[in-house]
Structures are given as C-alpha cells and as structure tokens.
C-alpha cells in the first residue's frame, strides 16, 4: 500500500480513482471529489474541507481525522467503512452505503446523515442537530449513543439500540422491527405507525407516543408524566413501572400500570378494542 503523507490538495478530483494508498496528515482544503471511484483507501490524522470525498469507495477505513463544514455529502455510495476517533462537522455524511462501523466519533451536525443504509454498527458517538438521522436505513446495531435531532429512525428497519439517549420527535414513525434497551427516549409522538417495535426497561417521555402501531411491546418502563394518551389504536403488551397519564382507545393486548390517571374508552374506539388494562400491577 503506497502512503501519501504531508500534502494538501485543492480543486476537483486530485486523487480520483486512486487505491491501494495510506492517507496519512494531508489536507484536503477545497475543491471536490477528491478520492472518488478508489478501493482499499485508508485515511488517518487528515483534514477534509472539500465536498464528496469519498463516493463510489470500496474498503475505506477513516482514524482520527476531521471533517469541516464543506466537506458534506462525504461518503456516499460506498461499502465496507470503518471511521473511528472522528471529528465530523459536515452534515449528509452517510447515503447509500453498507457495512458501515462507526466507532467514538463526535457528529456536531448530523442532519441527513445515514440515509438509505444498510449494515450500520454505531458505538460509543454523539450526533448533534441530527435531524432525519437513519432515514430508510436497515440492519442497524447502536451501543451508546447520544443523539440529539428530530425523526430520527424515520421508516428504518432492523434496529438494535442499548444504553443511549435518544432525544427525538417523532422517533422511529413508519419504523419495523426495533428492540431498544436500557435507554432514555424523549419523543413527541414517538413510534406512530411502527411495526414489531420492543421498548425494555426504558424511560420514555413525549406528547401521544405510540399510536398506530402494531405488535408494539413495552417490558418494565417507565411513562414520565407529560406522556398522555397513549397507545391509540395500538395493539400493545406493555408493563409499565410508573403512572400513566391517560390512555385512549388502545385496539388490542394488555396493559399493566402502577397506576393510570385516565382511561378513556369512547365512541371513536375502533374494533376489536379488547385491550385489557390493569392498574396497581407494580403494588
């Protein structure tokens, strides 16, 4: 593998269709498409201030380096990633790629970053201002996580979140298939239209939280009292280790409380509405 060491380059293309190479403190100042349709690239203490530069990439492995505000858009349509250690200002970072791990890297603006994914593995980072995070993504694994952005999981699929704090409105609308564990979630509406979605041993906050969902489980959590009407037309099994404030029209399963401070079932429930609920379940 040859190594570029030491350089700063500028302009479009400088390094287009280059592999087998070892990035190593160069500078990619302006321009764009710096490292476009490369293989096997590796890249450590660098910084990018370009646009797209890596796109059309297989093997690309990214240690210790920056990317500034213009370099948006900076990988896409790429396979088999690993960036670790990284500083990422530039938003749209991630579109269209697979197999992809990301490793204790600090996203300061993560807006539209993840996009059409698949095989994500996320440990140990923070993604700020992250807004349509993970949008149409699948097959996603997250250990610690702090992210902090609007629709987050947006018709994502496939997800597996442990010990993270997700601050979110709306997180995981139109979402299948998603176990979280040991986290804290504050959503409004959170999990709407979902499907196959399992909350355990998680404290949720948000305006109407999951509703319209199906198959929706919920194993020892905890309901902060802002979260009101809850599970409306939702098929639900939930044990729920705190009060609720208020419940309506939930479509079927059961629902056990430590105490629930309304229930409303009303003239616009919807069949079967044979959801059980249970109060001092927790004494």
Not at 30 to 59: C, M, R, T, V
Request: charged fraction near 20%; proline fraction near 2%; hydrophobic fraction near 35%.
């Amino acid at each position: 593998m040859k190594t570029i060491s030491n350089k700063e380059y500028s302009g479009e293309r400088p390094l287009f269709g280059k592999s087998n190479i070892k990035l190593s403190n160069i500078r990619i100042i302006d321009g764009e498409s710096a490292l476009k349709e490369g293989h096997e690239i590796s890249a450590e203490k660098s910084y990018f201030n370009g646009k797209y530069p890596f796109w059309h990439i297989q093997d690309l492995s990214i240690d210790t380096c920056a990317f500034d505000t213009m370099a948006r858009a900076a990988i896409w349509y790429s396979q088999k990633i690993n960036m670790s250690n990284c500083d990422v200002v530039a938003p749209k970072m991630f579109r269209k790629c697979s197999d992809i791990s990301v490793y204790q890297t600090i996203f300061s603006d993560a807006k539209e970053t993840f996009w059409d994914c698949k095989g994500i593995k996320i440990d140990n980072c923070s993604m700020n201002n992250a807004d349509y995070l993970f949008l149409n993504s699948s097959n996603i694994e997250i250990n610690k996580l702090k992210l902090n952005g609007n629709y987050a999981f947006q018709n994502a699929s496939g997800i597996k979140i442990v010990d993270s704090i997700i601050n979110s409105k709306d997180a995981f609308w139109e979402a299948q298939d998603v176990t979280v564990i040991n986290s804290i979630i504050n959503s409004e509406y959170l999990a709407w239209h979902s499907k196959n979605v399992t909350l355990i041993n998680c404290t949720i906050t948000g305006k109407q939280p999951m509703c319209y969902a199906e198959n929706l489980r919920l194993v020892d959590c905890i309901l902060a009292d802002s979260t009101e009407f809850a599970f409306e037309y939702s098929s639900v099994f939930a044990t729920i280790k705190s009060h609720i404030e208020s419940v309506r029209n939930p479509l079927s399963g059961h629902i056990r409380a430590t105490s629930i401070g309304k229930i409303i079932i009303d003239e616009h429930k919807k069949a079967p509405a044979t959801c059980v609920i249970e109060e001092n379940y927790f004494g």
